[in-house]
Structure formats: structure tokens, C-alpha cells
């Protein structure tokens, strides 16, 4: 949580001091107005005093002490009073010099004289009229202090405001460091939770979003770290297998033998070919089977060029491999999903049942509409598997055991694969009793588009 520009402490803290600051001009501001129309009241009141104070006229004494000019020193700092007679004499001036209005307009308003601004109330009796004037500065003076001291009890607050806002951001963010640091003393394979308790309510998600990631990636690094050993313990054989056929080629006397040790060892290569074929494949749709991206794609198609790759392979082995006619809209009706992916799924589930069939047995495919989905099934005439095996046959290199309790061979991936793509595309894959041949049926329920 160190700084920078994107820090969020940071920028908390600017914000609420900013305004802490703003808030206190504002309110220096409005004191400022406040005491000054405060002062304006008051000083007219004052003002409106002393004119009503002269209105009854001035004594005689009066006009003889101030009838002469006033020497610097004697002018009053609060208030200046000029009287004139009715035939516009003036009689009295307490400031001379001044340079105010000699002809008085009546009621308040703001004169300009001597590089200042003066208030001056002008008022009219029948004998003469009197002026009041007050320098506009002894307002603002008044009004400055009234407003300091208003705002100097605020404006020493603000450093402690700004301090109760650093306590306070800094207290709602320690949970949010503390989560920081425990992100980064962790191993790069420690994928545990991360410890979501104290955290804000607005933060709070993100965390729960943290472990629900690192839970995904736990069980993509273990399934990973499973497969490998697996894979490893599967190519333990194959490989094995193969160094003894290079052997036996090797030790092989005469042409015969030397032909029959060429021939196991190209089958035990082609062997470990397709296992290895299969592991990848395997791996690959198991990397993609989160956020792949899905198109639609018409079943039928991809079910016929199944078909048609895994034909060779049955007429080799005698095996009538057939796709029974499509009826309403199975043959238009499409699928959302990964074309690649499907077709890997359906030439494994071919691929079991043309391996597995008994040469001269059948092998029939069929695709049908039922409701929302489209439904593939595979029937063969082969040994089947044991019902109590079907559900671990879908796991990787489980091999399966005949129903007749024969060792069926196999490097138990094809329908791990077949599984793997089916969850990918959200389908559901079981293994049923073929009705009419007597051997296994795969059934693939793909939701429609």
C-alpha cells in the first residue's frame, strides 16, 4: 500500500484534507460576511444614535469650540459630524479636511474622500441638516476581528480533523495490507486460501474472487500434477515393452524370427504411438475445458465423418460398422460447441467400439432428437463392460474388466477423453446395456442450440 499516484490511501488522504481545507476558507468565508454585516448593523445603529442625538440642534458653546478648524490630532477615529443650517451654512465640522459631500444626501450611503471609503447618514430637520460619516475601515477592522475569532477555534481543528482522517483511512485499510502481505510471503505453490476476515465490505468480493481462483488453479495443478505421475507410470510399460522387443529383434536368428521381432516391435510402437497420441489429447481438452469458446455446429455432420474415418478399421476387422438413418431433425439440428473437440470425442467413442467388437460383429450408430437435446448412441456387439465398471471406466488409465471377467486391453484414456469433452460441452455421457446386440451402449446427450 506504499505510494504513488494509484495509491488508495493516498488519494483518501488527499481527498478528505483537501476538504477539511476547503470546508474551513468556507467557513472563514461566511464568518467573514456574517461579522461584517454584523459590524454594518451595528454601526449604523451607532450612527442613526447620533444623529438623533443632534437632531434637537447644538448649543452655543458648542458652535463656538468647534467653529474653528480642528488641528491634526483632535479628529475622532469613530464617527465624523458636519451640521449645516437650513439656508445651507455649514456650522459644524468635527474633521476638517476631509473633503466630504458639502450638500448631504439623505440617508445612508458610501461616499469616496480622502482615499477612502465612508459610510454617511444624512439627516434633515426643519433648523438644519446633520451628517454623520465613519471611515469604512473601522468596520472591516471590527468585522476581521469578529471573524477571527470565529474561525481560529475552527482552523486550529483542522490539523486534528486531518488527523482523525489518517487514523481513520489507515485503520479501514490495515486488513487490506495485511492481505497484501500475506500474498507476497507466500510460495509460488501455495495456493491456499487467503484470509478474508476484517476486510471491508467493498473489498470483501474481490478477496472471495482471489480464492475462488486460486481454488481453480489447486485443482488444475493437482489434476496436472496427477497426470503426470500417471502418464508417467503408463509409458512405464509401453516402453519397457519395447526395449525387450528391440532385443528380441536383435537376438532374432534367421529371416522368420527377425520378421515376427520387426512386426512386435512396429505394433509395440504403434502402441505406444496412439498412447501417446492420447495423452495429448487428453491434456490438450482438459487445458481448454474452461472458457473454450463454442460455435454452433450441426451433430450430424461431425457423426458422419466419425463414421466414415472409422469405417476402414471395421472392414478390416469384418465388423459392420452402420449409421442409421436420420429422421425429422436430427440432420439439421445443431449443437453449441468446439468442432475440434467433438470430433476427437466421437472418433474415441467409435474407436473403442471397433476395437472391442469381435471380428464379423456390428457396431450401429444412431442420432435422434429427444426434447432439448440431441442424443448419440453407439451399440456393439462386444463383451460389454460390468455394470460396477462403468462408472470407473470414465477415469484415465482405468482399465476396465470384461463381463465375462477377461482383461479388456487398453491405456484406459479413450473414455476419459470422451468424458473430458463431454463436461467441456456440458453433456452427459453414460454407459448402458445395448438392447439389441447384447454389448455396450454409449449414450452422448448433447443440449441443443
Known amino acids: 500500500?506504499?505510494?504513488?499516484?494509484?495509491?488508495?490511501?493516498?488519494?483518501?488522504?488527499?481527498?478528505?484534507?483537501?476538504?477539511?481545507?476547503?470546508?474551513?476558507?468556507?467557513?472563514?468565508?461566511?464568518?467573514?460576511r456574517a461579522a461584517l454585516a454584523e459590524a454594518d448593523a451595528l454601526f449604523d445603529h451607532q450612527m442613526q444614535q447620533t444623529a438623533q442625538a443632534l437632531r434637537p440642534g447644538l448649543p452655543a458653546w458648542g458652535l463656538r469650540e468647534y467653529s474653528d478648524p480642528l488641528v491634526p490630532?483632535?479628529?475622532?477615529?469613530?464617527?465624523?459630524?458636519?451640521?449645516?443650517?437650513?439656508?445651507?451654512?455649514?456650522?459644524?465640522?468635527?474633521?476638517?479636511?476631509?473633503?466630504?459631500?458639502?450638500?448631504?444626501?439623505?440617508?445612508?450611503?458610501?461616499?469616496?474622500?480622502?482615499g477612502t471609503t465612508y459610510r454617511v447618514l444624512s439627516v434633515a430637520t426643519p433648523l438644519q441638516v446633520i451628517q454623520v460619516a465613519q471611515d469604512m475601515a473601522v468596520r472591516r477592522s471590527l468585522a476581521r476581528q469578529l471573524a477571527l475569532g470565529t474561525a481560529w477555534p475552527i482552523a486550529l481543528m483542522a490539523p486534528l480533523l486531518a488527523l482523525a482522517a489518517w487514523w481513520a483511512v489507515s485503520g479501514s485499510l490495515a486488513p487490506v495490507e495485511r492481505?497484501?502481505?500475506?500474498?507476497?510471503?507466500?510460495?509460488?505453490?501455495?495456493?491456499?486460501?487467503?484470509?478474508?476476515?476484517?476486510?471491508?465490505?467493498?473489498?470483501?468480493?474481490?478477496?472471495?474472487?482471489?480464492?475462488?481462483?486460486?481454488?481453480?488453479?489447486?485443482?488444475?495443478?493437482?489434476?496436472q500434477q496427477h497426470f503426470v505421475a500417471d502418464a508417467a507410470h503408463e509409458l512405464r510399460s509401453p516402453l519397457a515393452a519395447l526395449k525387450l522387443q528391440a532385443q528380441a529383434l536383435a537376438r532374432a536368428q534367421g529371416d522368420a524370427a527377425r520378421t515376427r521381432a520387426a512386426e512386435r516391435l512396429a505394433a509395440g510402437i504403434d502402441r505406444a504411438t496412439r498412447l501417446v497420441e492420447q495423452l495429448l489429447a487428453l491434456a490438450r481438452q482438459e487445458a481448454h475445458a474452461s472458457g473454450a469458446a463454442l460455435q454452433p455446429l450441426v451433430l450430424?455432420?461431425?457423426?458422419?465423418?466419425?463414421?466414415?474415418?472409422?469405417?476402414?478399421?471395421?472392414?478390416?476387422?469384418?465388423?459392420?460398422?452402420?449409421?442409421?438413418?436420420?429422421?425429422?431433425?436430427a440432420a439439421a439440428a445443431s449443437v453449441r460447441g468446439q468442432g475440434e473437440a467433438l470430433a476427437i470425442l466421437l472418433r474415441n467413442l467409435l474407436d473403442n467400439a471397433v476395437k472391442y467388437?469381435?471380428?464379423?460383429?456390428?457396431?450401429?450408430?444412431?442420432?435422434?432428437?429427444?426434447?432439448?437435446?440431441?442424443?448419440?448412441?453407439?451399440?456393439?456387439?462386444?463383451?460389454?463392460?460390468?455394470?460396477?465398471?462403468?462408472?470407473?471406466?470414465?477415469?484415465?488409465?482405468?482399465?476396465?474388466?470384461?463381463?465375462?471377467?477377461?482383461?479388456?486391453?487398453?491405456?484406459?484414456?479413450?473414455?476419459?477423453?470422451?468424458?473430458?469433452?463431454?463436461?467441456?460441452?456440458?453433456?452427459?455421457?453414460?454407459?448402458?446395456?445395448?438392447p439389441r446386440l447384447g454389448g455396450l451402449r454409449v449414450q452422448l446427450a448433447l443440449p441443443r442450440a
Open 73 to 114: 490630532g483632535q479628529e475622532s477615529s469613530e464617527f465624523v459630524v458636519q451640521v449645516w443650517t437650513a439656508d445651507g451654512l455649514r456650522i459644524f465640522e468635527s474633521n476638517v479636511g476631509l473633503g466630504l459631500p458639502q450638500r448631504a444626501v439623505l440617508g445612508f450611503s458610501n461616499v469616496q474622500a480622502g
Open 179 to 223: 492481505v497484501r502481505r500475506q500474498v507476497a510471503r507466500r510460495r509460488a505453490d501455495d495456493l491456499s486460501p487467503v484470509d478474508a476476515a476484517g476486510l471491508p465490505a467493498e473489498v470483501r468480493p474481490l478477496v472471495d474472487e482471489l480464492n475462488l481462483l486460486l481454488a481453480r488453479m489447486q485443482q488444475a495443478f493437482d489434476a
Open 300 to 329: 450430424a455432420k461431425l457423426v458422419q465423418r466419425a463414421v466414415m474415418d472409422a469405417a476402414p478399421a471395421a472392414h478390416a476387422c469384418g465388423i459392420d460398422l452402420g449409421l442409421a438413418p436420420l429422421e425429422g431433425d
Open 357 to 434: 467388437t469381435p471380428e464379423g460383429g456390428t457396431v450401429d450408430v444412431a442420432l435422434q432428437v429427444q426434447g432439448d437435446a440431441l442424443v448419440l448412441t453407439v451399440d456393439d456387439s462386444g463383451p460389454g463392460i460390468a455394470p460396477a465398471e462403468r462408472e470407473r471406466v470414465l477415469r484415465r488409465f482405468h482399465r476396465a474388466q470384461a463381463a465375462e471377467g477377461a482383461a479388456v486391453a487398453g491405456s484406459g484414456l479413450g473414455l476419459s477423453i470422451a468424458q473430458t469433452i463431454a463436461q467441456m460441452h456440458g453433456a452427459q455421457l453414460a454407459l448402458l446395456d445395448a
Open 1 to 32: 500500500m506504499t505510494g504513488g499516484a494509484h495509491s488508495l490511501r493516498t488519494r483518501l488522504l488527499l481527498t478528505l484534507v483537501a476538504a477539511i481545507a476547503l470546508a474551513v476558507l468556507a467557513q472563514a468565508a461566511l464568518a467573514w
